[in-house]
């Protein structure tokens, strides 16, 4: 009987060990199989990329494409994000070209200028003076004290507009400058010129010169 039992027994083991030993090749099998799939795909893939497949190539283009975009959007936001829209060039234009029609006129500030010193002949100037030192106090100082603003506005727009056409060579490369922007300063420069011709002109009596009183 005890020859019996331990047969039993043994047989019991052995046949406990087969079946864990089909239960580990059963668990182990498509564990295994997975694996070597991902390892042929892996193969196949280097082969792909050592053979120049154009797929891979073009993906990878893309990648660097992508990389070398971010790098440049993180470049632009460092150095301050969005790129001169041309405003203060636009404002400048319209500056000059403004100054330059005050100059024509000397403006408001020059006809009080001219009053002031008009004023100030009348006041200095005696009953008993000459005719022509009187019209020189009274009215020469006061046409010069005119001519003198706007020779400086006529100033003002010359060297306003060459600033704004100038502007373009110190900012963005490659980024042109809009074609009203010229328009309008190259006029604020004209009318600075013709401004500051008169005004020397009228400064220096050869325009407009006090009347002769011989």
């Keep these: 009987m005890a020859t019996k039992t331990a047969e039993g027994a043994t047989g019991g083991t052995e046949a406990g060990t087969g079946a864990r030993k089909d239960d580990e090749t059963t668990t182990v099998g498509p564990a295994a199989e997975q694996s070597a799939e991902e390892q ?43 790129t001169p829209s041309g405003v203060g060039q636009g404002a400048g234009a319209v500056v000059s070209a403004a100054l330059g029609l005050v100059s024509l006129s000397g403006g408001w500030i020059g006809t009080v200028a001219s009053a002031r010193e008009q004023l100030v002949g009348q006041l200095q100037t005696s009953s008993t003076a000459s005719v022509a030192r009187q019209i020189k106090e009274v009215y020469g100082d006061a046409w010069h004290a005119t001519a003198l603003w706007a020779g400086l506005f006529a100033l ?9 056409l100038a502007r373009p060579a110190f900012g963005t490369p490659g980024r042109p400058q809009a074609a009203w922007i010229k328009s309008v300063a190259w006029a604020g420069v004209s009318l600075g010129v013709i401004g500051l011709l008169l005004a020397v002109l009228k400064y220096s009596d050869a325009l407009l010169g006090l009347p002769s009183t011989g």
Excluded: F, M, Y
Aim: glycine share 16%; hydrophobic share 45%; net charge negative.
């Design 40 to 82: 042929a795909a892996e193969e196949q893939s280097a082969e792909n990329q050592a053979a120049g497949d154009p797929a891979a190539e073009n993906q990878g283009a893309e990648e660097a494409a992508e990389a070398a975009g971010g790098e440049a959007g993180d470049a632009t936001e460092a150095a301050g994000g969005k």
């Design 156 to 164: 003002a727009a010359l060297i306003t507009g060459v600033v704004v």
